[in-house]
Structures are given as C-alpha cells and as structure tokens.
C-alpha cells in the first residue's frame, strides 16, 4: 500500500501573481473548478488581503468550491489572517496558510527582527489563524537557506501553537535534490513534534530542479508537495504538477506513493490555464507539451507502431489526450457533437450544445474538416463569452496587401447605440484597433501587449490572438479567437474593453455605496 502525498495546488496564488495581467474572477473560478475535477486535495485561491479583487475571488472560490480544501494565503500579520479568515469563512472546508520568512538573509535584510521576534511572530500568527480554523499551514519562507539548527526551532514552535501543516519552501530554488531531502531528513530525526504535522514542500524552479527537489522531500518523508498547472510562478516558476502527478502514477511502485489526481483531467486543464493565464506551453514540456507524445525519428515511430511501450512510459490518454476518429464536418449532426465532447471528457454541464453547434457549423463551413483541437477551442471561447456584453462587434471589413494603405471599417454596438468608424494603420489589425479607438473617443486603452497563435496544425487553422492592455492603471488580458486573423484580434480587444467595463461598474457602485455609508 502506497503513502498517499497530498497535492497542495497554488496556480491561483503563486502562479498567478506572476501574470502580466491579473485574471478575473470569473476566470479564477473556472480555474478553481478545472482544479477540482482534476482532483487536487487543497486550492490555494489567492491572497485576500492584497487586493479587494483577490479577496472576491478566494470568497467566491470558498462558495463554489465543495470537494477540496479552499485555503488563502496570509503574513504572519493579524490584518492579513483576518482578511483570510472572513473570505473564506464560507467555505464547506479552509485553510489558512501564514508565513514568514526565517533564513539570516531575509530575516536581517528584509524584516529586520530579531530570530526571537520571528518565533514569536510566527507563534502568534498560526495561534489567530487558529481562530478560524483547525487547519492552519505555517510555512518557513526561504527554508532552502535557512540554518538547519533555526529551521527545526521554527517548525517545532509552529507545531506547538498548532499549525497542522509545515511548509519547507525552497523559494529562490537554489537547494538540490540530495541537499533538500537532506533538510527533510534532518526535519524528521530531531523536531520532537514532527509527527503531529503534514510536513509540505513548495519548490521554485530556478535552476530547474523545482520537480527533483520536490520528489526527494516526499522520498524522505514529506507528505504534501506544493504545486502548479504548466509549472507556472514567480521567476521560473513552481514545481510542475502534472510532472509530480505523472511520476508518483508512473513509478508507484518505486516509490511507494501515490496521490489523489485524476490524470486524464491533465491535458485539459493545462490547455485552459494555458490559455486564461495568457501563458503558452513549450512544445518539449514533460506531459503537456504538443510534442510530449510524438514521436519524430523513423526507428522510434516504427518500435511505436509494433509495441507502444518501446517509446513511451505512460500513454497520451492517461493523462486525457485522445486521438480523433470521427470526421467533423458540416454534415454532423449535434449528436456527433455532443459524442465527441463527451468522449474528450467533457461533461453535459459544461456546455450549452445549442450555442457550440452553432459556432460549430460556422467553422465548419469554412473551415471543412474540424478537428479536436478546434472542437475544444471553440467550447472554450464558447465559455468566456460576456453574458451581457457591453461592447459587439457587429460588423468589419479590413483592407491589406502589398502596396495598398491598410484600412478597416468598424460597426460596433455599445450599449442600446451602434457606431461605425474607418481608420487607417501600418496593418489591418492596426487600422480596425484605430477605428475602434474612434468609436471609444476618449475612453483610454493602451495595448501593452499583442500575440498570435494558432490552434491547430494547418494553415486553415483557427487563429488565436491575445491581447493586454492598460486601462486606468490596471492590466487586462483578452482572447479572441476566429479563421481570419484580424477578426480574431478585434474579438480580443473587445473582450478586454467588455473587462474594463465590467471594473468601471463595479468601482462605480463601491463608490455608491460608500456615499451612502456617509
Ligand atoms: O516561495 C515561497 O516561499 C512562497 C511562500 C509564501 C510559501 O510562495
Ligand atoms: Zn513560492
């Protein structure tokens, strides 16, 4: 029988406060519940005290959320446990996670106290977090460079003022596999107390060995590992989970451990957090990249062809990649929709089949064969539609080539209102952007960043573009997705103007209500 390791997934904490743009709340909770189905045994939703929008979401996460443990970030500071404590209040399980930093570097440096004063800080933290909560996490920031004498002081003080999780991070991902399991080693030969805890680890990936250095600790008695979708995290990043999945699946009997994730929900959740968070995947990625399952050179396609475990240890549907073979095409009826959906793994609820066939039928007529790949980015898209959108594109024309000015022409519906405006550009994307900035007149939206991509394989395929812009400030990310490529980049830049329409109104009644308050 198998040690079971917890999954301590924080792709909406630490994955996501290393995003050019934050997500919304909306995007979070998809997140959350892609999480869930995936099987992960805690979510870290975010840091509710760092901003009003992180606090909605982690409560709204909290509400939804009913088959893994909710937790939120905190400082060892009362305001931080606190917020914490009512955002998730109303969750069916939480957890709070406090921390503090104990290595001489951060501690002289950045904090400037005394070690004493950071035991007894950390005491008093997890003793608050205690208020809320029988499930409190204490984590030892920057424990990879902590004196090994300290660390065991700290983590038996915590364990003492009843955190009943320690967490060993490694958060400049400077230790290596021998050395990390070493401190995990040391943690379990002299904490006294040690066994009235889940000791974690939360690995940076800054030279790489974030998975290694994860794996040794679990090897050496660690029983929670910290993680994120496609590795995602502040620098490099945090330790993979679908790696950390995929090994404790694939080498169980090896390691004698195992864990709680459902790995054929892997592949679907990494394409959605991919494409929400605006991160791309690369193509040799272990497990999710497009090239993590083809193989290339002759000999390997022939041993493939005559015995599948020749090239590979694991197989593309276990971690739920599915190979296609129904042909899609305009002849299908919804019930092949429907079919296909289901056998990628979908389920019922998560679609409207009305709304996909539709879009499904437009593609298809220009497109002819759609594929999988196709299939799932237009259930995706089909997903993030603004359920009242402000801002419709109702019409566009583009005018480009080779010795012509480019030109757009722009009908969009605003409101009850339509506008039509023309521009011209140095692109037609260019051109469309500026007769959309005509009809938004003084409405100030500054495109900081524009990328495409494409869905498929094809020169046929579905052209995807990203889009971040600034508005009042803030950063918001934008995806549109469509056959010609312009098209695709005016749906992005309104799906981010249909965003900041979204935050004008809900600052404006922030502000209704604090002048009623008044
Ligand atoms: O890297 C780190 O140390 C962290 C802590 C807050 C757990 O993210
Ligand atoms: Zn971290």
């Known amino acids: ?112 106290k005394s070690q004493d004063d950071i035991v007894e800080m950390a005491v008093a933290a997890v003793k608050r977090a205690r208020r809320y909560t029988d499930d409190v996490e204490f984590s030892c920031e920057d424990a990879g460079r902590t004196h090994i004498d300290y660390l065991c002081r700290m983590v038996e003080a915590a364990i003492n003022a009843g955190a009943t999780t320690v967490n060993i991070p490694d958060t400049v ?28 680890v939360h690995c940076h990936n800054d030279l790489g060995l974030a998975v290694a250095n994860s794996l040794a600790a679990a090897e050496n008695g660690a029983r929670q590992v910290e993680c994120t979708v496609n590795g ?48 791309p995947v690369q193509a040799n990625k272990a497990i999710v990249g497009a090239n993590a399952f083809s193989h290339s050179s002759g000999i390997h396609q022939d041993g493939v062809l005559k015995a599948q475990n020749t090239y590979e240890i694991m197989t593309p549907e ?56 196709d299939l799932e980015a237009l259930l995706f898209f089909s997903q993030q539609k603004h359920e009242h959108a402000h801002y419709v594109l109702k019409y566009l024309h583009a005018n480009s080539g080779k010795e012509i000015i480019p030109s757009a022409t722009v009908t969009l519906q605003v409101g009850d209102e339509e506008f039509t405006e023309s521009a011209i550009g140095n692109g ?53 997705l469509a056959t010609d490529i312009v098209e695709s980049g005016v749906k992005a830049l309104i799906y981010v103007l249909n965003n900041t329409y979204l935050a004008d109104q809900i600052d404006l009644q922030k502000q209704q209500v604090r002048i009623a308050g008044v």
Do not use: W
């Open 428 to 480: 037609p994307v260019d051109a469309a952007y500026n007769a959309i900035q005509r009809v938004l007149g003084h409405k100030e939206v500054e495109i900081v960043d524009f990328s495409l991509d494409s869905t498929g394989e094809g020169a046929d395929s579905l052209a995807q573009v990203s889009v971040i812009a600034e508005y009042k400030g803030r950063r918001f990310h934008g995806i549109g």
């Open 232 to 279: 995602i995290g502040e620098r490099a990043g945090n330790s993979s989970l679908e790696e950390i999945a995929m090994i404790l699946k694939t080498r169980e009997q090896l390691l004698g451990l195992s864990c709680g994730i459902n790995s054929e929900e892997i592949s679907r959740t990494s394409k959605l957090v991919s494409q929400l968070c605006n991160m």
């Open 173 to 200: 991902g400077y230790t290596t596999p021998t050395e990390f399991g070493g401190i995990i080693k040391n943690l379990f030969n002299r904490v006294p107390n040690i066994d009235k805890a889940t000791i974690s």
């Open 1 to 112: 029988m198998s040690d079971y390791v917890k999954i301590f997934d924080t792709t909406l904490r630490d994955g996501e406060q290393a995003l050019p743009a934050s997500l919304t709340v909306k995007e979070k909770l998809q997140i959350a519940l892609a999480l869930e189905r995936l099987g992960v045994d805690i979510i870290e939703a975010g840091f509710p005290v760092s901003s009003p929008g992180d606090f909605n979401s982690v409560r709204t996460i909290a509400s939804e959320v009913k088959n893994a443990i909710v937790c939120g970030l905190s400082r060892a500071v009362d305001a931080d446990i606190d917020a914490c404590g009512e955002a998730l209040g109303v969750a069916q399980q939480f957890r709070i996670h406090t921390f503090i930093a104990t290595s001489d570097i951060h501690v002289n440096a950045k904090l400037r």
């Open 318 to 373: 276990s971690v739920g990649i599915n190979k296609n073979n129904l042909n899609l095409t305009s002849r299908s009826g919804r019930h092949v929709i429907k079919h296909r959906l289901l056998e990628l793994g979908y389920k019922e609820s998560d679609f409207d089949l009305e709304t996909v066939y539709q879009s499904f039928l437009k593609l298809a007529d220009k497109k002819g064969q759609v594929f999988d790949y």
